[in-house]
């Protein structure tokens, strides 16, 4: 079975703009067979309900054919599909049109356009959306450069949970980018991406305890963490790690694995 990944994560594809107003038995039937990931009877069940109209059913024939499940994947029939869905105010289509202007797929790549579809769907309050447009506005895509406002859409989306907002946000708050730095704020979102499992926030909470800023100078938990950003891939984790290691007693770092270890086994909850 292809798994989801990125905007089309299974949250985002069902339950995103409201799927719980949606009723009736083809509908059901064609949500237990995605969950199930038999996407030829989703496609089946699906496919009549998106002709009649129904934004969620066309949204998620989008996915379908974007992605490739249960179909060959052909992003002129998930254009059509995100479009009429999108057209119809549907915020999780709205986004999707989003990524596939910003990607190029299907459609000629235009980051101006991506913006006006991410902005739609953000000011539903949808948090991918809202983390996308405020990238956008991070790095000047399609958009003016304004920090500012990057960090604006950014708080909303991390506020909804939205894991790659609550470590941008970090960064943004240690170094002072659109808001007013504030180190302890910073270690807050770090920490909270981190117990989520991000590697890259493992890595930058294990830097703030290295060098104690936002937090009390800890080279045990900056060993820690840098040890399980590094066991998730992360490089700067692992540096970090050998870094604070030349500054430690081995049985500093022999608490500092067995804490890694803990923390790997509890995935990272209460570390």
């Known amino acids: 079975m292809k798994k989801l990944i990125g905007p089309f994560c299974l949250t985002f594809t069902l339950l995103a703009g409201g799927v719980g107003a949606s009723s ?34 066309q949204f998620t024939l989008g996915v379908l054919y974007d992605k490739g499940l249960g179909v060959p994947q052909d992003f002129d029939i998930a254009l059509k599909w995100y479009t009429l869905a999108a ?15 910003r990607k190029g797929n299907g459609v000629p790549q235009d980051n101006r356009i991506a913006a006006r579809w ?10 991918g959306a809202q983390y996308s ?33 609550q470590s941008q946000l970090g960064v943004m708050y240690a ?4 808001v007013q730095q504030n180190l302890e704020t910073a270690v807050r979102w ?28 800890n080279l045990i938990r900056a060993h820690m963490w840098g040890k399980i950003a590094a066991s998730n891939g992360n490089t700067q984790g692992g540096r970090v ?20 270890r803990e923390c790997i086994r509890k995935q990272y909850k209460e570390c």
């Open 241 to 260: 790690r050998d870094d604070v290691s030349e500054h430690m007693t081995p049985s500093q770092i022999e608490k500092a694995e067995k804490l890694a």
């Open 87 to 101: 057209d119809q105010g549907y915020a999780g289509a709205q986004t999707a049109l989003g990524e596939m202007y």
């Open 118 to 127: 991410y902005t739609l769907a953000a000011e539903q309050g949808h948090a």
């Open 133 to 165: 447009l405020g990238r956008m506005y991070y790095e000047g895509e399609g958009i003016s450069q304004d920090h500012k406002r990057a960090s604006g859409w950014f708080i909303l989306a991390a506020e909804e949970g939205h894991l790659l907002a």
């Open 24 to 57: 009736g038995a083809d509908y059901e039937k064609g949500l237990d067979a995605f969950l199930a990931g038999d996407y030829a009877t989703a496609l089946g069940e699906f496919r009549p309900l998106a002709e009649s109209g129904h934004a969620i059913a």
């Open 190 to 217: 770090f920490t909270i991406a981190a117990r989520r499992g991000l590697p890259s926030a493992q890595a930058y909470l294990s830097g703030m305890y290295a060098l104690g800023k936002g937090v009390p100078r």
């Open 175 to 178: 170094t002072g980018e659109g």
